[in-house]
Each structure stands twice: as C-alpha cells, then as structure tokens.
C-alpha cells in the first residue's frame, strides 16, 4: 500500500471504491434510468409518482399539487417529494424541454449521487482529525452503506436516505470547533452561515432534517461554547449568536411555509402518533443483523424490528469499539491527555447520547417494567409547545448516535494504525474485513431487490389502460375515485387508512394515463376536513342531490368544490365482493365509508362503461 500515499491517490481511490458500489447496486437503475425504480410498491412508489404527477400537472402555480386530494389538492411541501429536487426539474420541464418521461430516473440518480458522494465528504471530515490513512477509506465506504439511512432507499424513503446532509453538518461543526479553538471570529462566521444554509436547504429535501439537524447543531455548539466558559471570557457571544442565528433559519423556514400556505388554518396544530413504539428506536436493532447481511452478528432480536427502530451498528463497530475501550481502560494515563485534546469527538458522543435517548421515545421498557423517559428533552419540551409531537418519528433522533460512534472509532483505529509500530496493528483491519462483508451483504441485496421495474413508465401505463384510455376519456371525466377509498396525512389516525398496495398502483397508472386527479390521498398535514367530506359522503346513500344534503354536513363542502363535474369511479370488484386480500384497519370513523362505499354507489344512480379482469368503471355526474 506504499505506492498509495498522497491525498489525491487516496480520494481517486475511495472514489472509484464508492462508484464500484453505487454501480454494483444498481446496475439497472444506472444504465436505464427511465425503466426502473428504487422501489415500485408502497412508500417508494408513492414518492416516484409524487414526482411524476406533479411534472406532468399543467397549472401555472410550481407550489401547488393537484394529483391527490382532489378537489383541493395541497402544497407540494407536504407531498414528501422534496420542493428542493421537484421545483428545479418543474421549472427545467416547463420552460427549457421535456423532462417528464426521464423526471424518474434523474429522481433516482440524485440519491445515487448523493450515496456515492457521502464517503467522500466523511473522508474528509476524518483526515482532518487524524491525516490520511488508508485504513480509513473502506471505513468510509463501511459507515456510509451501513448507516440507518442508506437502508431508507429500500424502504422508499429516498430523500431520507441522503447520509450526506448529516455528514456534511459534521464536517462544518468540525471545522466551526477548529475556528473556535484558534478564535478564528471569521471562520466562525463562515461555518455558522453554512451551517443555517445547510439546514434550511435540507428542509426542503424532507422537513425532518430541520429539527434533527438543527437539535444536533444547537447542542453541539452549545456544549462547545459553555465548556470553555472559564478560558474564553467572549464564550457567551458566540453562544447567543449561535443560537439566534439557528433559530433564525429554522423560523425562516416555518414562516416561509406559513406565507405560502393559506390552508394552514385548517391543520392539526398537534398530531397522533408521537411515543408509538414502532416509530421509536429499538435498542435490539443495534446488534440484530438485517436479513441481508452475509455473516450474522451473533446476537439478534427474538422478534421483528420495525424499519424505524432499526441501527444496525455492523460488525466493524460491534468488534471495534469493545477493543478500542479495552484499550483506553488498560491504557487510560497513555491515551487520556490525547483524549482530551479530542475535543469535537468527545462532545459529538456527548450530543450523540443526548439524541440517543431522544430516539428511545417516551417511555422505555427496562428490566421487564415500563418506564417514562425523562432523559428524552423532548418530553420537557411538549407541555411547552405541542408542535413538537409533529415530529414523532423520534427513532430518526437516534441515527446521531451511529455516527458519533462511527467517526469516534474510525478516529482512533486510524490514529492506534499511524502511531503503533508493532505488527499486531495489522489486527486492526479485523473488524474492517468484517465490516466490509456488511457492505457486500448490503449492495448484493440492493441489486438482487431493489432494481425495480418501473410501473409508471409510459409503456407500464400504456400496457395497463390499452385501450380503455380512449373508452374511458371520451366521457371527458374531471377526477378519479377509487373505492375502496383511503386518505394518508390528516395526523389524524382515526380516519386514516392505508391504500392496498396492487390497487393503488392501478389507479394511479389509470389517473397519469388519463390526466384525471385522484380523490384519495397519500400526502402529509392534509387538514382534518378533507378526509372527512369524503368518509362522510360515502357513508351516507343519497337520493338525488337535490334534498339529500344537510347544510352542516362535511360532504356539502366537498360537492360544492367538486360543482357537477364528472367522476370516473374505479371500483376494487374483488374486495367488495369478500375475496380481496386487502384488510383495511376497522375504526368507527371511517369503516361506513370502507365498506358502505357500494351502497352510496348505487344511490348515486353511476354509470357502469366499462370493466376488466379486476375492476368496473363507473361515471357519476353530481
């Protein structure tokens, strides 16, 4: 490894490692971009066809969305399509050239990108701490693939996935804990300005980077400044203008969504869902392999993990880190005055924990017996201000705590590796050999089931209407209402119900093939009456519009908006006939309107037109 020595040899190197993932990952994603997916069911497809409708959408506004939740539609800020992605492509589509049948695979290639460049930047942040070593570069590859994040791709969580947005924080609280330590007042400027960039850009990416990065920096600077209180006398003004500074940035984005939206007096200030076990971190998940892993850790969970209580920390932190603490214990007078000096790593395991325990939710199960978390600051934060339950995925808090351990141990293995002049350093690369097994596990599964074939292709929609496009457009409907309906987003759980995966992707090839936007809902902070105009009028048979409308019924206000257009009804034969293996969760709320739907349907006095292997199409004119 002599020949490989200069810092260029080493980025050219870590470079083609990380493309030779990205590649060997997906292989097909790469080489046509337009014909595959991430992930062509649930979440992922849903996020795929956020993107697609909303190019495809002709009105004149870029910050609206009309493709669900029709007739009101929403603001493309709670379509979980990243206005930071989907407003460039709209623009590009709508006044330089034709971008809609490729938006799909430049969507996808943007978090490959970001996948292939997140090695990179933590390379970068390391070399700072200990010099380049070539030990560190497929610690890089290993931290990155195996991170909380990276695994959000095959969820469909895609703009949760970008690792690179936490490492890039990282590498600007590095470099402000560098300019604070020399009382360099003009990089500290330099790195707070990026810093506030850094977090209202990425809150347009998805917004619950706001609150997890801006907690992280906060603590960190704040842990930062008020240690040094007794040597630096000026400590307090950068801790004020710090704080004023981030949250600043964090209102401006709050405000710049409350100025665009005039719904916003309609949403949930509150939210259901904040301390559900299944959106908090599952301390199992840390030493429980995922299935794809090639060499099982083994210990493992005796029960399934959901996907938001997963971290995994891999085998090179699971061997690591007790050899490493071994090493500091029966050394500590060697290693403590080196410690010490290591002030950005041991203040990023301090603010790491601080997260970790907001991760664990609420209350957490010790010894057998339940137990309230009071170590979780969000929890003296709530009396204050419900909004906060907002952000009730506190399993995502958590993944700072991966990377405080990733980057404390990649530190000092490199430093133990550069200073240690006996061969049984070579040991050291025990845990890195394992860890990449972790990564080959990882990449073999991405490729093996995450290459999708795309199912909003032209040719997918095409191969799915054929030519029940001209049949069905010739009664020139205005929306399509799929039965049984479903509606995603109110934070409201008692009206919520989940779309059957097969069925909504039907519908939506029907509503992209024939232009038509879809009543149902799969979006974020939808407000609370539109979820219930329509339960409402589906549970209640009419017969004729002319008397059956209470004037204080929800569905009033959803007639009046729909204002006699035509609606294309796409009825699921299978589950209204009991032989469907979609079971929609039973609630009061919303069961009148699951399973009642057929009854108002046919007091609507609907058209049949049309029919296939799994639906019939009806036309209703109000």
């Known amino acids: 490894m002599k020949i490989i020595r200069t810092a260029r040899q080493h980025y050219a190197l870590l470079a083609v490692a990380s493309m030779v993932c990205v590649l060997c990952s997906f292989p097909s994603l790469l080489t046509r971009p337009a014909d595959f997916m991430f992930q062509n069911e649930y979440d992922g497809f849903k996020n795929y066809l956020t993107v697609r409708a909303y190019l495809d959408d002709m009105q004149e506004s870029i910050l609206t969305y009309e493709q669900m939740n029709y ?22 589509d709508k006044y330089l050239f034709d971008i809609s049948e490729v938006s799909l695979g430049i969507y996808s290639w943007i978090w490959m990108l970001s996948l292939f460049l997140a090695p990179l930047v933590l390379y970068r942040l390391l070399v700072r701490l200990i010099g380049h070593q070539i030990i560190l570069l497929p610690i890089c590859i290993i931290l990155v693939w195996i991170s909380p994040q990276t695994v959000r791709l095959a969820i469909g969580h895609f703009n949760l996935s970008a690792a690179i947005f936490l490492i890039c924080a990282l590498y600007l609280l590095q470099g402000w804990e560098s300019s604070y330590a020399e009382r360099h007042s003009v990089g500290l400027r330099r790195y707070l300005i990026a810093l506030c960039a850094l977090l209202i850009l990425s809150s347009f990416i998805h917004l619950y980077y706001l609150p997890i990065l801006a907690l992280m920096c906060g603590l960190y600077i704040g842990i930062s400044a008020i240690s040094t209180a007794r040597s630096r006398s000026w400590w307090w003004r950068w801790l004020v203008s710090s704080a004023i500074a981030l949250a600043a940035s964090a209102a401006g984005v709050f405000i710049s969504l409350r100025l665009i939206d005039d719904r916003y007096s309609l949403r949930r200030e509150g939210a259901n869902g904040y301390g559900w076990d299944n959106w908090e971190h599952n301390i199992r998940s840390l030493y429980t392999s995922p299935a794809e892993m090639l060499i099982d850790f083994p210990l493992a969970a005796s029960g ?27 050394r500590a007078r060697h290693y403590w005055p080196m410690i010490k000096r290591q002030r950005y790593l041991l203040i990023l395991l301090a603010v790491g924990t601080i997260c970790y325990f907001i991760g664990l939710g609420d209350d957490e199960v010790v010894l057998g017996k339940r137990h309230h978390n009071w170590l979780n600051i969000l929890e003296w934060i709530k009396p204050l201000w419900s909004g906060v339950e907002h952000f009730r995925c506190l399993g995502r808090f958590a993944w700072w705590m991966y990377w405080a351990l990733g980057i404390g141990a990649a530190a000092w293995i490199a430093h133990i590796y550069r200073s240690s002049k006996t061969a049984w350093k070579y040991l050291l690369w025990i845990p890195v050999i394992m860890g990449l097994t972790d990564v080959a596990g990882r990449v073999q599964s991405f490729s093996k089931n995450y290459n999708k074939q795309s199912t909003l292709s032209a040719r997918a929609i095409t191969e799915r209407l054929g030519d029940r496009a001209e049949t069905l457009g010739a009664f020139r409907p205005n929306a399509l209402l799929p039965l049984p309906y479903y509606h995603v987003g109110t934070e409201e759980l008692d009206i919520t119900i989940d779309p059957h995966r097969i069925q909504m992707t039907h519908h939506s090839q029907t509503s992209l093939g024939l232009g038509l936007p879809n009543m149902a809902s799969q979006m974020s902070r939808t407000p609370i009456q539109d979820a219930e105009a329509m339960w409402d009028l589906l549970a209640h048979p009419i017969d004729s519009i002319d008397h059956a409308i209470d004037v204080a019924a929800p569905r009033r206000r959803l007639l009046e908006a729909i204002n006699g257009q035509t609606i294309l009804i796409m009825v699921n034969r299978a589950f209204y006939a009991g032989t469907s293996d979609y079971k929609p969760k039973h609630q009061p709320m919303t069961d009148p309107g699951v399973h009642g739907a057929m009854n108002w349907l046919r007091s609507t006095d609907a058209e049949l037109v049309d029919s296939d292997y799994y639906y019939d199409y009806y036309i209703w004119k109000p």
């Open 304 to 330: 399934p993990i959901n996907y938001e209580g997963q971290m995994y920390l891999g085998w090179f932190l699971l061997l690591s880190l007790p050899v490493l603490l071994v090493l500091l214990l029966g």
């Open 71 to 92: 007739p009101w539609g929403d603001y493309i800020i709670y379509t979980d399509n990243s206005p930071l992605i989907a407003v460039p492509l709209k623009l590009i």
